[in-house]
């Protein structure tokens, strides 16, 4: 799975804009074992490059892009993060190795729990899962050093550029269904965000509220 990887994201440097990813990061994907974190039916299926039913029509996504995502991130070992779809918890795995502490918000409650019983089973103590509309961010924990999200929202949503720390990046799809664009979103020292399209991507929706959204630009 990691060599694949790594011979795709050499077709795809001038979109990620460097020429490999971070061997941290490849290395925390090659300890995961992500057929723990997908159904028993589709755990043949675990270590290929492509994206994995989980149920509830959502999906795990593809080891590219997870591998991605998280390169994108930069995460310090004292990070603090912030993940929006848990899923059934192999993303959160793959952070849980690289940085202080994760706190991830599930809006389906049967995944949320299985993730947790998965990140449990696995030894992975410093995660943290709730359930919850992802929009809205988690507020008790905030600020975070970094945000993930795995669903895509029209707009980016407030709470979560509110909940970013000073300094801080989140990675996250952004734009309508068939349109979608992988966003890296940055906020400097004094506040300002400025964000950055990747390539394009194709996630499950957001779900959102009626709140006004940051827009992408």
């Known amino acids: ?24 990061v490849l290395r925390a994907m090659a300890k ?18 492509r994206p994995i039913p989980i149920g509830f029509d959502k999906t795990i996504s593809q080891p590219l892009m997870v591998a991605v995502m998280t390169d994108l991130l ?8 912030l ?16 940085a202080d502490r ?8 049967e995944l949320a729990q299985r993730a947790i019983q998965r ?14 509309n992802g929009y ?5 924990h905030a600020p975070f050093d970094k945000v993930i999200v795995t669903a895509a929202p029209d707009l980016i949503p407030p709470p979560l550029i509110n909940q970013l720390r000073a300094g801080g990046r989140m990675v996250i799809p952004v734009g309508l269904p ?21 390539m394009p991507v194709l996630f499950s929706v957001l779900e959102e509220s009626d709140q006004p959204a940051f827009r992408a630009s």
């Open 32 to 49: 995961v074992p992500r057929h723990e974190f997908v159904p028993v039916e589709v755990q043949p299926y675990a270590y290929l490059n």
């Open 102 to 109: 994760v706190y991830s918000v599930e809006i389906i409650d």
């Open 1 to 24: 799975m990691v060599a694949t990887i790594r011979a795709i994201t050499d077709h795809m440097a001038a979109q990620v804009g460097k020429t490999a990813l971070d061997e941290r």
């Open 83 to 98: 993940e929006i779809g848990t899923g059934l918890g192999y993303q959160a795995a793959v952070l849980a190795e690289l």
């Open 178 to 198: 068939g349109a979608q664009q992988l966003v890296v979103a940055e906020k400097d020292l004094s506040g300002r965000v400025t964000t950055k399209e990747i």
């Open 136 to 140: 809205a961010g988690w507020p008790k």
């Open 119 to 132: 990140l449990k089973r696995q030894g992975y103590s410093n995660v943290e899962v709730r359930v919850g």
């Open 74 to 81: 930069e995460l310090k070992p004292d990070d603090v993060l």
